[in-house]
């Protein structure tokens, strides 16, 4: 199955053979082995402080690893059936936005779902190209985005031949994946290489229960979030390369411009030690996560007014395969909000969710779950569905906002004269700002836009339902920056998909 001896951990071996050696550091960090930070260490252990280390010869670097990183790289890539795989200590976000560097220079075309994450639309300010926009499926009861149908990614690459890349969601932050090999074979008859956002997809080689994942059904580049699925720390994340369109010293240097030269060896080792983990064991471990979850999802589905979704969605527009280690749990009919229902759970049982929103609740299970806790999830749903704060009456949709019209470049608005106005009178002005509600962080506003009305009840309804509505300078989120009206004019040849 792999071409390297994946019992290997060289990243991490280096490190406790330095710690071994009783090495004296003149080095920083300045803390030396926890010493000088002691009531820290005396929480998190000495072992962490130990090899939380510097660039050296034998740790090998990160900018030109030729060394342990290097190794463990290759595994790496090895384990997820890529030809190339980078250490991101930035997290996801900066695997997105380096494929998008990569692919885009300034007024480049690429073709993007709506639903992207804010990274994506980073990423586009950072390289100047031009989003070409299409539009996701939505489920109506969830009120969530799902995949894209591979007909509109056609349809968008006929119309924009000159577009560099698609770029793909696999799968949403809800576990919908669209049907990414279709989607592949389509963008490589056009020649454009395909990029995917595998944030939520790290844990897909490893259980074929599992959707596809993005190097296994042809994608050219994936981002995946080890930390979230597959057991790296936090921020640890890894981007995958297999592509005869991109160059992968090209990739390494955009990664250049932006990851730290300082980079944390804690969560490099903790991805090469996952890895391993994964590579070994992950069938079995991910196969005790689907046992949990299938068990939870009967149970909660039991109950009146909850509804889990999960297998049946496969085949639904936007859903060709389907993640089911995320309990989507809709809670609309106990008459509740998401984020009502979350503080509830939070505050009675204890139980933090992976997100709200106004419908739903989303749970993930994962590698360190248990009959223990997936039990304590089931009885604190349970008890919310019988408890007095329901009210037994659905609550009132909110329709999701059509997308706003793009006047202007994400880049260009986003670095242009700007103005703040109040979002109550900001209908008909243009954003220079992005707004979403985070987590998801799926913008509703992106830099660019011309905002409508629609939008700005969107946002209104959200707040006063208690999402947490980011993405703006001003923390109340009553401002928005606008573009100065001196100085705005209206850009024909921006591509709107």
């Known amino acids: 199955m792999y071409r390297l001896d994946q019992a290997k951990t060289p990243l991490f071996d280096a490190l406790r053979h330095y710690v071994d050696e009783g090495t004296i550091s003149f080095h920083v960090p300045g803390h030396k082995h926890g010493v000088g930070l002691p009531e820290f260490t005396r929480f998190t252990g000495k072992n962490v402080m130990n090899i939380d280390l510097t660039i050296l010869p034998d740790l090998d670097s990160i900018y030109h690893p030729t060394g342990a990183i290097k190794e463990a790289q290759d595994l790496t890539a090895d384990a997820y059936g890529a030809e190339h795989a980078f250490f991101l200590v930035n997290g996801t976000t900066s695997g997105i936005q380096a494929m998008l560097m990569s692919v885009c220079r300034e007024g480049d075309e690429i073709i993007v779902p709506r639903n992207a994450h804010k990274s994506v639309i980073g990423g586009i300010i950072l390289s100047g190209a031009k989003p070409v926009y299409i539009q996701p499926e939505i489920d109506d009861y969830f009120g969530i985005a799902k995949g894209v149908e591979p007909e509109n990614v056609e ?98 240097t955009i990664l250049n411009l932006t990851q730290t030269t300082s980079p944390s060896y804690v969560l490099m080792a903790s991805l090469d030690v996952a890895r391993k983990q994964m590579a070994l064991q ?181 707040k006063n339902g208690q999402a947490r509505v980011q993405g703006l300078e001003d923390p109340a989120c009553q401002q928005i920056k606008v573009l100065s009206r001196n100085l705005f004019m209206v850009h024909n040849n921006v591509a709107v998909g």
């Open 155 to 252: 349809q968008a690459l006929a119309e924009h031949p000159n577009a560099k890349a698609v770029f793909v969601i696999h799968s949403t932050y809800y576990g919908m994946a669209s049907n990414l090999p279709r989607i592949v074979e389509i963008a490589h008859k056009y020649h454009v290489p395909v990029l995917a956002d595998e944030a939520h997809g790290a844990h897909f080689p490893f259980h074929p229960a599992l959707p596809i994942s993005a190097m296994a059904a042809g994608a050219d580049m994936s981002a995946a979030s080890v930390h979230k699925l597959a057991g790296s720390m936090t921020q640890s994340s890894i981007l995958l390369l297999r592509s005869e369109y991109i160059d992968p010293k090209h990739v390494k």
């Open 282 to 462: 992950g069938e079995q471990m991910l196969g005790q996560t689907l046992e949990l979850t299938a068990w939870a999802r009967r149970e909660l589905n039991k109950l009146d007014g909850i509804y889990v979704c999960g297998e049946e969605t496969v085949g639904t527009p936007g859903c060709w395969a389907y993640d089911t280690t995320k309990l989507a749990i809709n809670v609309r009919g106990l008459g509740l909000t998401g984020y009502e229902a979350e503080t509830i759970l939070r505050e009675k049982h204890h139980l933090a969710f992976e997100l709200s929103d106004y419908y739903n609740l989303l749970a993930v299970v994962a590698l360190g779950d248990d009959d223990n806790t997936v039990g304590r999830l089931i009885t604190g749903i349970s008890d919310l569905a019988c408890s007095r704060e329901v009210r037994r009456h659905p609550v009132k949709s909110i329709q999701l906002p059509p997308t706003p019209e793009m006047v202007a470049l994400p880049r260009e608005a986003f670095y242009s004269d700007t103005k703040p106005v109040s979002l109550d009178f900001a209908a008909g002005e243009v954003s220079a700002e992005m707004v979403m509600a985070y987590p998801p962080g799926i913008p509703m506003l992106c830099p660019g836009e011309r905002i409508t009305r629609e939008v700005v009840d969107y946002i209104q309804e959200l």
